[in-house]
């Protein structure tokens, strides 16, 4: 406790000591006793590895290398260990980055590999595996712990500063990196799959080989302990679901990746999670999924379901060009053929919609007989507009019947100059 005092060393405290026992202990025997008593203090346990049990995983502290083929730029990736405790029998891979995807996707491999999955999976207390660290209750990524669950398996997260809690793949790590990487410092890789072929050559041997107290090799300890307590492989590979928390906005709507996507519209402004796919995205509101959408390339679209919308946005929604002439023509033709010269004469139909839905509002007013009577002097007018069917209506024209065109015979006066038909016989 004294030492733990800044300044203080073990010399200061045996000048302090023989003072006050001059016949006490000489300085070399005073540092022997106090080295016995610190052994002591912090006694390691030894974990005891069940079969099948538990795997530890990790990323190796020295990092590979790949040349860029175009630029020939190097770029260090990172180097993913996965051990047994009770086999050690372990894996490695390569892996561009230590970001979500490619941690999960390491996961996948490494099982594959093993041909199995154990109950426990045992990482450090990186962002990608860990949200939030804690000694007594860490908070697991929610990518992480939904592929552990996919596998049948559990993460208990070694505790933070405490790498004897995962000294299996500590030990692995350090065969990698002697064994693996320092057998290849001498060679050049242009590409991840290049130096993965060569590590999986290295791999093998490296787990044939007998441990020197055992006498056996890591490969006959997993066939004999490990693989069969092993879980089986799910039928499907897990594919990864990435989630975001995200604020549904005022028009009912999420952003994802650029695009946006609808939720029901009760939900507006209240915080939902999205589980984002290669080819769907889900919307989950306290735990349960509320939308479900196929996941949009680019940028700037929209996916929009009208079960999702208010009552009426979805009937605006619902109208289309063809609706519209399909309900005017119920009406009547004359109604039809006024309301598609409106939705033609407007550069995008859309503009005439509004136009077109009054007249029909109309024919709830006056009738429908009177409004076809209307529509068809406006197309005798040729004029096709809301307002001109309207005035129409108001002033009881429709009712009067439609003057028909009058041919009259112009007779010439009679004048010396003017030649009759007999001239031209």
Not at 36 to 59: A, C, N, W, Y
Not at 204 to 212: E, F, K
Not at 215 to 233: M, T
Not at 243 to 271: A, G, T
Request: charge should be positive; charged fraction near 25%.
């Amino acid at each position: 406790s004294e030492l733990s005092h800044p300044g203080v060393t073990l010399q200061l405290l045996w000048i302090e000591y023989i003072q006050e026992h001059p016949d006490g202990y000489q300085y070399s025997r005073f540092c022997d006793l106090y080295r016995d008593f610190r052994r002591k203090l912090h006694p390691t346990m030894r974990q005891v590895h069940r079969s099948g049990e538990k795997i530890f995983v990790d990323f190796s502290g020295k990092r590979p290398e790949i040349v860029d083929p175009e630029t020939g730029e190097l770029r260090q990736v990172e180097l993913f260990v996965g051990a047994f405790g009770a086999s050690h029998f372990f894996y490695a891979e390569a892996v561009p980055s230590q970001e979500l995807p490619h941690w999960i996707a390491a996961h996948v491999r490494m099982f594959e590999y093993f041909g199995g999955v154990s109950q426990v999976l045992v990482p450090d207390n990186l962002k990608s595996g860990v949200r939030a660290p804690c000694r007594y209750e860490p908070e697991v990524n929610r990518t992480y712990e939904e592929m552990a669950r996919h596998y049948g398996a559990v993460v208990i997260p070694a505790r933070s500063g405490k790498p004897r809690d995962k000294s299996k793949v500590e030990n692995s790590v350090l065969l990698v990196q002697r064994w693996i990487l320092a057998a290849l410092r001498h060679r050049t890789f242009f590409s991840l799959a290049e130096l993965n072929r060569s590590i999986r050559e290295l791999l093998s041997p490296l787990n044939d080989r007998p441990l020197q107290k055992l006498g056996v090799s890591r490969r006959e300890l997993f066939e004999q302990l490990d693989r069969p307590a092993l879980q089986p492989l799910p039928r499907n590979r897990y594919e990864i679901g990435i989630w975001k928390r995200c604020r549904v906005n005022i028009d009912y709507h999420i952003e994802v990746e650029k695009n946006v996507y609808s939720v029901p519209f009760s939900l507006l402004r209240e915080e939902v999670e999205a589980r984002i796919t290669g080819t769907t995205v889900e919307v989950f509101h306290k735990n349960t999924r509320i939308a479900s959408h196929r996941r949009l390339p680019g940028r700037g679209r929209a996916s929009t379901q009208s079960e999702h919308m208010p009552s009426s946005h979805r009937a605006h929604a619902e109208w289309t060009p063809s609706r519209i002439l399909s309900w005017a023509q119920k009406t009547g033709p004359a109604t039809g053929d006024l309301v598609a010269h409106i939705l033609k004469s407007r550069p995008h139909p859309e503009q005439g919609y509004r136009a077109c839905l009054g007249i029909l509002r109309l024919g709830k007013r006056y009738g429908d007989s009177r409004l076809e009577s209307a529509c068809e002097r406006a197309l005798h007018l040729r004029s096709y507009s809301y307002r001109t069917v309207k005035n129409i209506l108001a002033s009881g024209v429709d009712r009067c019947p439609l003057e028909e065109p009058t041919t009259s015979t112009i007779s010439l006066p009679s004048h010396e100059n003017v030649r009759g038909s007999d001239y031209y016989d």
